[in-house]
């Protein structure tokens, strides 16, 4: 569906997609603030294949049509960038960071970090997973209240500081731990993520205001990140088979070794894209099951018919209504709303329009996760429809696709379905808001309003 005219050259442009009118600088707030209303009101007016005109954020093509989707996905990557697009985390993991290369280096970097999240390897995380889980959940008490996410990001938390940086608990584990919670609590609120939006913001105004305290903490974290990368180098004997182990080991094609600037890039990007997003994820998954009885009554069905604190995790992870209670707790909420932007890096017909060089498209999960004509009654949880069809990657895509899909999917979902199953096998829990809950900003990502409260009724004795 892409091709390169033949006779391309940056002259006018024969047709574009339908373009979103009204004031540009509104258009920008609503989409921070107001996400779901503002996208689904563009949808129904232009179409799903738009242009979005925002300011402070280049103008985007918006699509949320499965053959748009599909031949973006599946378009050589050398006619397209993605690094330049995604400009908006750099203050955040470092201009080394995978999702900002492009190329043979975005290539190179991806066959590196890939294998540790998947196979062998991801499994052997299994059982931490389940200890990290009842040692969290161990905090609980019958009678008690929590909120899902806060916990739910103190598991992925410390799940991805022992798989990525290898770390125990210690002195500097804690500290991590407590700076980088505190540093993306930054952009907590709706209203925060604007500072990560406008870089007219992001000045420094003393340790108080808004950039210069995240700016203060970012600092700690990396000196924090600094000295575990220099103590690993200093005892190459202390190496498992965490992810800066297999970084530290790693040489280029002339032998170069990675620099600390380069790791520390990396590691944040794994801390940065793997912790907060599956921690979302598990809260709105506890906030479905416990908000729909007959989801919660399904799947304690399912786990009652297995042993989940010894069980092989592939035996929980293969549980075909845990699996679709996962699927459609991505697909209703996806974590995030929009795939990494792709930038033409020529002019191009796409669809039946004439794009130029330079032209930025952006996939809306959220649009697509919503077409009537593949998901019918779309604003309802129903894990059967999962169970009673196949959706192909360009109809379902909480984790994007083509050459920058997420590193961590797999891993994400398995993490997803152990912390669940063991959770609702060692307790009961009820669900203490009364309002359905929406999606609100957190940084990029999109969390349940009020991070979803629960009780804990009781705690089985197995
Ligand atoms: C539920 C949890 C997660 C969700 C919903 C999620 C979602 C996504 C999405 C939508 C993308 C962009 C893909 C694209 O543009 O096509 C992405 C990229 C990425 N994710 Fe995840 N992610 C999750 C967990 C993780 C984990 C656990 C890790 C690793 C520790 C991770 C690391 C990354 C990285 C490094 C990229 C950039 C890939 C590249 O640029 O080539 N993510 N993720």
Same mark, same amino acid.
């Given at each position: ?47 799903? !294949? ?95 209240? %929590? ?28 500290? !991590? ?19 990560? %939006? ?133 697909? !209703? ?57 196949? %959706? ?71």
């Amino acid at each position: 569906m892409i091709t390169i005219p033949d006779n391309s050259s940056d002259k006018t442009i024969a047709k574009l997609p339908p373009k979103s009118g009204g004031n540009k600088f509104l258009q920008t707030i609503n989409v921070i603030l107001n996400p779901v209303s503002s996208l689904e009101k563009s949808q129904k007016r232009y179409g799903d !294949i738009y242009l979005a005109d925002f300011s402070s954020l280049p103008s985007q093509i918006v699509l949320s049509n499965v053959q748009a989707i599909e031949a973006l996905f599946t378009a050589d990557a050398k006619i397209l960038e993605s690094g330049s697009g995604s400009a908006i985390v750099e203050p955040l993991i470092g201009p080394n960071s995978l999702i900002l290369l492009d190329g043979d280096r975005h290539l190179q970097q991806r066959k590196l970090l890939m294998p540790p999240f998947h196979g062998e390897r991801m499994r052997a995380y299994g059982q931490i997973i389940r200890d990290i889980t009842q040692q969290v959940t161990n905090q609980w008490t019958v009678g008690g209240n %929590f909120v899902a996410r806060s916990s739910m990001q103190d598991i992925s938390l410390q799940v991805i500081l022992r798989a990525v940086f290898g770390l125990k608990e210690g002195e500097r584990y804690q500290q !991590i731990k407590e700076v980088l919670t505190q540093m993306l609590d930054t952009f907590n609120s709706p209203l925060s993520a604007v500072f990560l %939006f406008f870089k007219s913001l992001q000045r420094d105004l003393g340790a108080w205001s808004p950039w210069g305290k995240f700016i203060r903490r970012r600092q700690q974290l990396n000196e924090l990140i600094y000295q575990e990368i220099r103590e690993r180098r200093h005892h190459p004997e202390s190496q498992g088979d965490d992810i800066l182990s297999l970084l530290l080991s790693a040489r280029d094609e002339n032998g170069e070794e990675m620099t600390d600037v380069e790791l520390r890039d990396e590691l944040m990007t794994m801390l940065f894209a793997g912790h907060e997003t599956t921690a979302i994820a598990l809260a709105w998954a506890l906030y479905w099951i416990h908000y729909i009885p007959e989801v919660r009554e399904k799947l304690l069905q399912e786990l009652n018919s297995i042993d989940v604190a010894n069980a092989d995790p592939s035996v929980i992870t293969q549980l075909p209504y845990l699996n679709a209670v996962c699927s459609e707790t991505l697909r !209703i909420y996806p974590v995030v709303f929009f795939s990494l932007p792709r930038i033409l890096k020529a002019p191009m017909q796409f669809m039946g329009y004439d794009l130029p060089k330079g032209t930025m498209l952006s996939v809306c999960t959220y649009l697509t996760h919503h077409r009537p004509d593949i998901y019918p009654e779309s604003k309802r949880f129903r894990p059967e429809r999962f169970l009673e069809r196949q %959706f192909s990657p360009y109809e379902f895509l909480p984790f994007g696709g083509g050459n920058r899909r997420c590193i961590g999917s797999a891993f994400a979902l398995f993490e997803m379905k152990l912390v669940l199953a063991t959770i609702l096998s060692n307790y009961s829990l009820e669900l203490l808001d009364t309002v359905p809950l929406k999606p609100v900003r957190r940084g990029i990502a999109f969390a349940p309003n009020g991070g979803v409260n629960l009780k804990v009724k009781d705690k089985f004795s197995r």
